[in-house]
Structures are given as structure tokens and as C-alpha cells.
């Protein structure tokens, strides 16, 4: 694999490029917009100083990090790619329309890659000319620091399309994780339970905002509360996200949205970018805390860990259960796509499979809600049904 190209000059193009430049490939950066593609050059040489000040990289690696990546508008210089990785505007039109211009210029054999986040890759795959050449590998912002992709293999890949798909990924240093085509993959699919049975309980009034952070960061070693993470992440992009999945699994109850939240984003309270979200900030950016939010009350904040990691767990349980991913690959992608100080198996393990049953099946028998139901592997009969 000599030529890749990437597309897209954005976020995530941009990191895509730094990072395979980084790693000895030649890269072509096509955008159609002049004027991202010189942001991009601007933002990639103000990453590259900032790690030339701090020492971790030479001058040497810098000079040969930009010589290696060719900006430009001109969709025929992607011609010669023998992978192409899509990471363009997160639209199926947009993408889809690409594809077809594509189609003209590269061999039978080119790889294309995306790199979206939510829209399914066989839809995507039949837009193109040799769909069993297509695949998703799913990078993880920043791209240069966050060590997982996910590929993403769809129902007309090739076996050989997924193995040099692999094999590249491995060449760039990344951990490989298989993911079946379902929506949010295996990372954005497992960890919509810390956000939304964090938010479920919040809405029910049984903690603050500020106590449920607490308690997964200090019962779960979590760097970042639940909370915390919503309004790093925004929580435009986080609502966006969970609907998504919610709309895709057919409005399965597991994944609802919140009311709270999307009234968060109707207001603008987008998060730390808007000074605004769950919690204020100051001008440093850091939150107003408010002791008064704190209760001494370790048997609140013991339910508290136990229902959200139960959730986790039972997410975890199901994705096994449907084949979307190995056990071993869902370890890896928690750990090194959402930086989870542990596995969800490995929390079972030492929570026991008992313990996470039963708060699972109270949760179920209180609230009489599906989205409690216990998936069938952490059923302790489930051998008697086969
Ligand atoms: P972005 O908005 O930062 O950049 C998108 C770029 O695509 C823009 O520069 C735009 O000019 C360019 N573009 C649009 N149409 C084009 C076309 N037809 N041809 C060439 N260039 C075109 O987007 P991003 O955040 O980098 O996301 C890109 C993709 O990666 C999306 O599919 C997104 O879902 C996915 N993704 C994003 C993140 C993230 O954290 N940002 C993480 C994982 C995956």
C-alpha cells in the first residue's frame, strides 16, 4: 500500500494525515474547500510546533511530517490511491455523491475507506463502484493520540478487502477492533448507558449532577464523570449521537434520549465550548463548584455505581449476544476509544455476574421498562433455553 489518500480536510481528516504522514506514507489531502484545506495546513503546523516545543518530536520529523502530505483541491490526484480514506461531512447525500465522482478515476482495485461515525457502511458500500472493496474503519479524535480504530467490515467486503484493511491499520501503530455494521459500532453503542442512566437519574431527582460524577469517578475510576464528559464532548454532539442510535435500533427504549438534555442544546447550553451546559464555567475554563450539592450518603452513591456499571455491563452482554463483537475487541475498544480504566467484563468479573443480574432485574421489576430487561447472556438460564 504506497498511495493513500484522504479526503476531507476537516477534524478528522487532518489527524488521519498527520498521523499516516507520521508513519512514513505519502498522503494526498483533497477537500473541496480552499479554504478548510489551508486552515488545515495552519492547524497541522501549529500541532507540530507545539510538539516541537515540548520536545517530541525533531525538526527533522516536522519538516518530514509536512513534506509528506500534498493539499489539494483537485479530485484527479486521488487517482493513483490504492486506499482512500473518506472522512467528509457526516451526510449520506454528500458522501454518497462523492463516491460517484470517485468511481471515474481510481482503479477496480482501490480500497475506499470511511470514516463515519453513524450512517450505515453497507448503504454506503453500494454507491460505489466495486462495494466489495469498501469498508469503515471508524478513528477516534485526536487521531494522532487515541490508539483504536474500528473497521467495520459490511455485507459486500471482501475477506481480502478486510485483511489489507487490517494490516494497514496495523502498519499505523492503532489497535484493530471488528465491529459488525450496526449502528454506533461497538464504543458509541456500549457507552450510551453512562450517559443516559446518569442523566435518568438526575431526572429522577435521586442525586445531583455533582454526586453522580462523583461517585463514578470515585467508585469506577473514571477520569471523567458522566456529566463531565457530556459537555467536553458537547452536548449538541452527544444528543446527536444517542438520537441517532435510538432512530437506527428503531426506537429501541434502551437508547431513548433525554428531555433534559436536548433542552440543554435548544438553549444553547452546549458545554465547556459555550462557557455552558450541565455545569457553568469560569473564565479559566473550570466548573463552579457548589459543596451544597454534596451529601454524605455512601449507600446513595453505592446504588448509584452499581445501576450505571450494571447498565454498561449489560450493553457490553448484548453486543456480545448479537455477534457485533468479540468479547476480547469489546474490552479493547472501552479501554482504548472512551479511555475506561477497565473493561466491562472485567467489571462483571469482579462485581459478579449476580450482583449486576439482580440490580438489573429490580431495576426491571420497579420501573416495568424494557430498557432494563437483562440481556440473555447475563440471564443465568440461558443454557436451558438451547
Ligand atoms: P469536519 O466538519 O471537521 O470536516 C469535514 C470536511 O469535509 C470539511 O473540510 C469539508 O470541506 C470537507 N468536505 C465536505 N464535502 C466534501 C466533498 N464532497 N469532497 C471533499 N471534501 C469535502 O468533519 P470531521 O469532524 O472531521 O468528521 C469527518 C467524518 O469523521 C464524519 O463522517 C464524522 O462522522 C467522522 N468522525 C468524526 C469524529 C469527530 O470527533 N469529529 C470522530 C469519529 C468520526
Redesign the pocket.
Known amino acids: 500500500m504506497k498511495n493513500i489518500s484522504v479526503?476531507?480536510?476537516?477534524?478528522?481528516?487532518t489527524g488521519i494525515a498527520q498521523l499516516l504522514s507520521s508513519k512514513n506514507y505519502n498522503v494526498v489531502l483533497?477537500?473541496?474547500?480552499e479554504k478548510?484545506l489551508s486552515n488545515s495546513k495552519i492547524r497541522l503546523h501549529k500541532i507540530l510546533d507545539k510538539l516541537l516545543h515540548k520536545k517530541k518530536i525533531s525538526k527533522n520529523e516536522v519538516n518530514n511530517i509536512i513534506s509528506k502530505i500534498k493539499f489539494t483541491n483537485k479530485i484527479n490526484n486521488l487517482s493513483k490511491s490504492n486506499i482512500i480514506i473518506e472522512?467528509?461531512?457526516?451526510n449520506f447525500e454528500?458522501k454518497t455523491?462523492?463516491f460517484s465522482n470517485i468511481n471515474k478515476i481510481v482503479a477496480d482495485e482501490t480500497i475506499l475507506t470511511s470514516?463515519?461515525?453513524?450512517l450505515s457502511v453497507t448503504s454506503l458500500a453500494s454507491s460505489f463502484k466495486n462495494p466489495n472493496n469498501f469498508i469503515g474503519t471508524?478513528?477516534?479524535?485526536p487521531v494522532p493520540v487515541m490508539n483504536l480504530v474500528e473497521v467495520i467490515p459490511c455485507v459486500q467486503t471482501s475477506n481480502e478487502t478486510l485483511e489489507q484493511t487490517i494490516k494497514f491499520i496495523k502498519s499505523i501503530k492503532k489497535d484493530v477492533v471488528i465491529a459488525k455494521d450496526t449502528p454506533g459500532f461497538i464504543v458509541n453503542k456500549v457507552a450510551r448507558p453512562f450517559y443516559s442512566e446518569a442523566i435518568r437519574i438526575y431526572e429522577e431527582g435521586l442525586a445531583s449532577i455533582y454526586e453522580i460524577d462523583f461517585t463514578m469517578k470515585k467508585f469506577g475510576q473514571f477520569k471523567m464523570g458522566p456529566f463531565e464528559l457530556m459537555d467536553f464532548i458537547g452536548n449538541d454532539i452527544n444528543f446527536t449521537v444517542t438520537k441517532s442510535i435510538y432512530e437506527k435500533f428503531f426506537h429501541e427504549s434502551r437508547y431513548k434520549p433525554s428531555l433534559c438534555q436536548k433542552s440543554l442544546v435548544e438553549a444553547g447550553y452546549l458545554g465547556k465550548k459555550t462557557g455552558i451546559g450541565f455545569y457553568k464555567y469560569d473564565k479559566e475554563n473550570n466548573i463552579y463548584k457548589s459543596k451544597s450539592e454534596f451529601k454524605s450518603n455512601t449507600y446513595l452513591y453505592e446504588n448509584i455505581f452499581l445501576r450505571i456499571i450494571s447498565m454498561l455491563v449489560n450493553e457490553a452482554y448484548d453486543t456480545l449476544y448479537y455477534k457485533i463483537a468479540s468479547k476480547e475487541d469489546i474490552e479493547t475498544a472501552m479501554k482504548n476509544g472512551v479511555n475506561y480504566p477497565k473493561g466491562l467484563f472485567e467489571w462483571e468479573k469482579e462485581i459478579g455476574k449476580k450482583k449486576i443480574s439482580t440490580k438489573l432485574v429490580a431495576l426491571y421489576n420497579f420501573y416495568c421498562e424494557e430498557r432494563y430487561r437483562l440481556s440473555p447472556l447475563l440471564n443465568k438460564d440461558v443454557k436451558l433455553l438451547w
Open positions: 479526503i476531507g480536510s476537516g477534524t478528522m481528516g483533497f477537500d473541496i474547500n478548510n472522512a467528509i461531512t457526516e454528500l455523491k462523492l470514516n463515519t461515525s453513524s471508524h478513528f477516534f479524535n
